[in-house]
């Protein structure tokens, strides 16, 4: 069963800058799309931003232009990179791995059409 886990929260002032890492435990290239979601007490988990494999970049509007994710397949990690901070980026940062169309070299790492999820490493930024 893949893991993934994130690393790279903490506690900064608006405007300064953290990168969030999310290492998994297998192969990411086996991964169709892998994606960091944020969540706040009382609130829906919200998709920041999405990577699929070959494909461009999703972004949601509120961090565009602040935000880059990027992958490393060959690390089998992926990154946020979040400049600018506000206060209102503050959350829990979830990574997510979305498996659709397994190729048959992954089967022992991944079930087909199965959403995985890391722990969570929180965010806050200050005023």
């Known amino acids: 069963q893949v893991r993934l886990v994130e690393s790279g929260g903490g506690l900064v002032q608006a405007g300064d800058s953290l990168r969030l890492s999310c290492v998994a435990s297998?192969?990411?290239?086996?991964?169709?799309?892998m994606g960091w979601y944020r969540q706040v007490p009382g609130k829906e988990r919200e998709l920041v931003a999405r990577?699929?494999?070959?494909?461009?970049?999703y972004y949601t509007d509120s961090v565009k232009g602040r935000f880059t994710i990027s992958r490393d397949n060959a690390a089998n990690t992926m990154f946020l990179q979040m400049n600018s901070l506000k206060p209102e980026d503050t959350a829990v940062y979830y990574c997510?791995?979305?498996?659709?169309?397994?190729?048959?070299?992954?089967?022992?790492?991944?079930?087909?059409?199965?959403?995985?999820w890391g722990p969570g490493t929180l965010v806050t930024v200050s005023s």
């Open positions: 297998e192969d990411t290239s086996c991964i169709s799309a």
């Open positions: 990577i699929p494999n070959g494909h461009n970049s």
């Open positions: 997510n791995a979305e498996v659709r169309g397994l190729e048959p070299m992954c089967v022992a790492q991944y079930a087909d059409g199965m959403d995985y």
